[in-house]
């Protein structure tokens, strides 16, 4: 079956301006988790959505926020873009979410560069 | 918060060695998640680990949960070019969900 989906790949903002990166899930699973990977922070936690409702808030400005569709597909936006946000985003879905089985599957991811 | 402490950073080896790297935390976890990630790539899953003291093997690789809860480790035996990668182990950062700790990682270099 398709994996996960992440559009676009890759995309070059300036600082002030907003960014909506998007992510398909694998048919049928209904938590999506994103993540932003920074050589400095790792793999950081952003937020999860399960059935169109945020379920998990990880540490990060509400500059950041998500949705999720009824279909499962998810968004997240960054506002009032800074040069620190500049990072791969990615985006992880799961049946029902990632600790009961360990298993989350991860797409490509966005890089976002801001300038 | 829950923090996961990786090592080595980076390992540097040669074709048909084998390879060890270990996680520890301040808190206890119920599960233990090794992930690799290739270059260009989001992670992947390797191993998962639900019982302290279990030990998981996925081919030539072989993860233990630790006793205490408090850590992990992973090993790679008779490495090969394609482990190339960063190995990161994660915790549950709560139940049931997606949300997950991750370890710094660790850089596997293989020289041919």
């Known amino acids: 079956k398709a994996g996960v989906t992440q559009t676009p790949r890759y995309l070059i903002k300036t600082r002030g301006q907003q960014v909506t990166l998007s992510c398909s899930p694998i048919?049928?699973?209904?938590?999506v988790s994103w993540y932003q990977q920074t050589p400095g922070q790792g793999l950081q936690f952003l937020f999860e959505?399960?059935?169109?409702?945020?379920?998990n808030k990880g540490n990060f400005p509400g500059r950041f926020s998500g949705r999720q569709f009824s279909n499962s597909r998810s968004e997240m936006n960054v506002s009032t873009l800074e040069l620190g946000d500049s990072a791969l985003y990615l985006c992880?879905?799961?049946?029902?979410?990632?600790?009961?089985?360990?298993?989350?599957?991860f797409g490509e991811g966005s890089r976002l560069t801001v300038l | 918060g829950q923090q996961l402490n990786q090592s080595p950073q980076s390992m540097f080896i040669q074709e048909g060695e084998d390879v060890s790297m270990n996680c520890t935390s301040s808190?206890?976890?119920?599960?233990w998640l090794w992930y690799k990630q290739d270059p260009g790539e989001g992670p992947v899953l390797l191993i998962a680990?639900?019982?302290?003291?279990e030990l998981t093997s996925n081919g030539r690789l072989t993860a233990q949960f630790g006793i205490t809860r408090k850590d992990s480790f992973l090993n790679i035996s008779a490495s090969i070019p394609s482990d190339v990668g960063i190995y990161f182990c994660?915790?549950?950062?709560?139940?049931?969900?997606?949300?997950?700790?991750f370890g710094q990682g660790t850089t596997l270099q293989v020289k041919p």
């Open positions: 808190s206890i976890f119920n599960t």
């Open positions: 680990l639900y019982k302290a003291g």
């Open positions: 994660a915790g549950p950062g709560s139940s049931n969900t997606g949300k997950l700790i």
């Open positions: 959505y399960f059935s169109e409702t945020q379920r």
């Open positions: 992880a879905s799961s049946f029902q979410g990632g600790s009961k089985t360990g298993e989350l599957f």
């Open positions: 048919s049928g699973h209904r938590s």
